[in-house]
């Protein structure tokens, strides 16, 4: 019988798994460097598994949704997405802790990938034993459904070469929108406006 998966809201007791699905999204190269390493990326783990956990950051189990087994509830995927409105605020929180537990010294002095009037996609994986079966666009469907009377519209960044994904991002209602520069690499911005 094959697997049955539901999406629903993240809890604390979440924040693992949210922390092994941001890093995902984020790639192992862009981990190490945020960790100052490869040797340091348990470090990284245990901060974004923390700031999962917590309430007033953009990684929190709050603004995440999840894609679990039907039987026994497992985490197997997540979406994080974020009102842009808190960017600032937020950001200076994620650079804070990570120059104090990492050794780093990230200045907010890069552009922001989103801004107010906007929900951001931040954070989308599915693991890679639950793929090809849909909860990626389940997930986003789920987000948009989820903002969907606030009437704000959704926005997201993906990189150029990355055709399945854009495919994927237009097939469930986003359009281009332009370019946004992201850590030095210019990326393709997408908005869905409900």
Known sequence: MEQQYIITAASRQDAPAIAEAIMMALGDDLC????????????????????????DNQYSYRN?????????????????AYDGANIAAWRAKFF????????????????????????????????PEHRGRHLARRLIEAMVERHKEGGIPLGLLVEYHKDRAQALYRSCGFTDAGEVLFIDTPMLHMVHNH
């Open 32 to 55: 190490a460097s945020i960790a100052r390493g490869k040797e340091y990326i348990p470090l990284l783990r245990t901060l974004f598994t923390d700031f999962a956990a917590s309430e």
């Open 64 to 80: 995440t949704l999840v894609a679990r087994e039907s039987a026994g509830g497992k985490v197997v995927g997540a979406l994080v």
């Open 96 to 127: 804070g802790e990570a120059n104090t537990r990492l050794g780093q010294s990230f200045s907010d002095d890069l552009p922001y990938e989103t801004s107010a009037g906007e929900i951001y996609l931040d954070s989308l994986a599915v693991f």
